[in-house]
């Protein structure tokens, strides 16, 4: 067998799933979350009947954002884990990657946060401090 197939029970280097990861989570964000989040912040765009229901789909779309979360940090938990190896590209750019996913992730906590703070069941879970300035949001990094 040639050395450059791999048997099926190896997983992928430790780089290439944080892309991978990085990039569902990316995905899930951009077509998803922040559709949801710019109908909601529009208020011509949504009726008043519907607001309600269009925050408990916001709530359950950000607890699917909050396992592909997970799933990349620990993807870069794996990629901090492994030795360096002799090709540096890649693992440099799996990190840089991961960073802006970590960026977008963060700005949309934000207006998640801001949105869901006037429910009373998000309030009980959550309580005041994923709205203090400065602090990074509670739910998305606090519960995993």
């Known amino acids: 067998m040639p050395s ?3 048997r099926q029970d190896q997983s992928p280097p430790s780089d290439v799933c944080l892309l991978l990861r990085a990039y569902a989570e990316q995905r899930w964000l951009s ?3 922040v559709p949801v989040l710019r109908q909601l912040e529009s208020p011509d765009d949504l009726p008043e009947e519907q607001l309600g229901a269009a925050l408990a789909y916001l709530e359950v779309i950000w607890i699917e954002a909050l396992r592909h979360a997970a799933e990349t940090k ?3 938990a794996a990629l901090d884990d492994e030795p360096t190896g002799m090709g540096e590209a890649l693992p440099s750019t799996a990190r840089r990657y991961h960073s802006a996913i970590v960026a977008l992730r963060d700005a949309v ?3 998640v946060n801001r949105l869901l703070a006037g429910t009373s069941e998000y309030d009980d879970r959550v ?3 994923a709205l203090e300035p400065g602090l990074r949001p509670a739910i998305p990094f606090d519960l995993l």
Request: proline share 0%; charged share 25%.
């Open 74 to 76: 620990a993807a870069f």
């Open 4 to 6: 450059m197939y791999r």
């Open 109 to 111: 906590a934000r207006h």
């Open 31 to 33: 077509r998803e979350v």
């Open 127 to 129: 309580g005041s401090a």
